[in-house]
Each structure stands twice: as structure tokens, then as C-alpha cells.
């Protein structure tokens, strides 16, 4: 079983709609949960990132942390074409700075 | 952010040779640097954390002798990817911690993607 799992889609939604992108982990220990967006051929971009249980609103992006579930979240409201993109949801636990474990990703596609 | 630039782009080699991978950190000095790997539609491995003014420590299952990397200076680090083959072809990419940042958050570079021939 892997440590962290994301559906790969690919997910296609017409402009406007809210998007929800999804991760589920096993290890209890994760106690930062960040989101990345990643345009192809290119390194991922750090959208948001929480710490513990809770939710983060910035802009458009919400992210939810359900340390009981042990599963993350990332909305996206009012899409965008420039949206489309892949997202990759990442974790790592307290002490460990370095080790940061990712998700495979979501391919969003944003139809106009 | 923190700026973080890695070249080449893209490279074609053929199997065989030896193939050097940059990464700069163009706005603050890194004493740490990280190198992944990315292979088409999965995520990204760490491969190894590099340390300036001494020796890379290495993931399980990483060889060593085959992705050498050095971290001479506060804003270079290097991966040389030796006797590269048809599989050692993905996307690298390295990042950089930020110590100013209160999470100690990596940024990373736009990636590197070799193609062995």
C-alpha cells in the first residue's frame, strides 16, 4: 500500500465548475499537507500548505485536512482553463523537513 | 518564492555516456538541495539530499556510484547521471529549502528531462 494515494484521473470540468481533488494517506504521522500544481514539462509550483487538521482558503483554492479520515482536499472554485494542469497533493511528518512524500498526481482539464 | 533554475531543460544522449544536471539557487544561499525523479504519470522519488560542503546522502535503492552529485557552493548543486541508460530516462528535478520560509517549504526548479537513446 502506498503512503499516499490520488486518484490520477484524468478529470475534466467545464469553466466555472468547482473542483475537488482528493488524497488519502496511511501514516499517522503526516503533520503538513501541501498541494502543488504542475504544468506539464515543468517543476510543481506550491499552491497551499497546512499544517494539522483544518481548513486554508487563498483566492479561489480551499484546502481541508481530516487528520481522523486521514484524507486531504483542494477546491477550486470558479475554474479556469488556466487551471488545467496536474496536482499533486504532498505530506511529510513534524521532524522530517526533507522528506516529503507525494501523491501521482491528478491531470485537471478545464473545458472552456 | 524562492528562484530555482536547473539546466539543461531537456537533453538526448546516448546510452553510455555521462550526462551533468545544474540546479542554482539564484536568490538565497541553500545549504540543502534535493533531487527527484519523475517518471510519466507518477509522482515525484526523492533520489537523494544534497549537502553543501559534504557528502550527498542517498533513498534506498539510489546507486550511488551512478547519480553523483555535488554540492560545491551555496547556490549550485550538480547531479551527473554516469553511464546513462534507456531507463535512467525521466524528468529531474531538484528543489531547494528555504530557511527564511516559516515551514521550511521546498521551491523547485522547472526540471530537467533526459532521454537516453
Known amino acids: 500500500q502506498k503512503e499516499v494515494e490520488q486518484d490520477p484521473g484524468p478529470l475534466s470540468v467545464p469553466e466555472g465548475a468547482i473542483v475537488s481533488l482528493n488524497c488519502t494517506y496511511s501514516?499517522?504521522?503526516?503533520?503538513?499537507f501541501m498541494w502543488y500544481r504542475q504544468y506539464s514539462r515543468k517543476g510543481p509550483e506550491l499552491l497551499m500548505y497546512t499544517y494539522s487538521s483544518g481548513n486554508k482558503e487563498d483566492g479561489r483554492f480551499t484546502a481541508q485536512v481530516d487528520k481522523s479520515s486521514k484524507y486531504i482536499s483542494l477546491f477550486i472554485r470558479d475554474s479556469q482553463p488556466s487551471d488545467s494542469a496536474t496536482y499533486l497533493c504532498?505530506?511529510?511528518?513534524?521532524?522530517?523537513?526533507?522528506?516529503?512524500?507525494f501523491g501521482s498526481g491528478t491531470r485537471l482539464s478545464i473545458r472552456p | 518564492g524562492a528562484v530555482v533554475s536547473q539546466h539543461p531543460s531537456w537533453v538526448i544522449c546516448k546510452s553510455g555516456t555521462s550526462v551533468k544536471i545544474e540546479c542554482r539557487s539564484l536568490d538565497f544561499q541553500a545549504t540543502t538541495m534535493f533531487w527527484y525523479r519523475q517518471f510519466p504519470k507518477q509522482s515525484l522519488m526523492l533520489m537523494a539530499t544534497?549537502?553543501?560542503?559534504?557528502?550527498?546522502?542517498?533513498e534506498q535503492g539510489v546507486e550511488k556510484d551512478k547519480f553523483l552529485i555535488n554540492h560545491a557552493s551555496l547556490t549550485l548543486s550538480t547531479l551527473t547521471v554516469t553511464s546513462a541508460h534507456p531507463e535512467d530516462s525521466s524528468f529531474y528535478i531538484c528543489s531547494t529549502r528555504s530557511s527564511l520560509s516559516s515551514y521550511n517549504e521546498q521551491f523547485f526548479g522547472p526540471g530537467t528531462r533526459l532521454t537516453v537513446l
Open positions: 501514516n499517522s504521522a503526516f503533520q503538513y
Open positions: 544534497s549537502n553543501e560542503g559534504s557528502k550527498a546522502t542517498y
Open positions: 504532498a505530506m511529510r511528518t513534524y521532524s522530517s523537513a526533507s522528506k516529503i512524500i
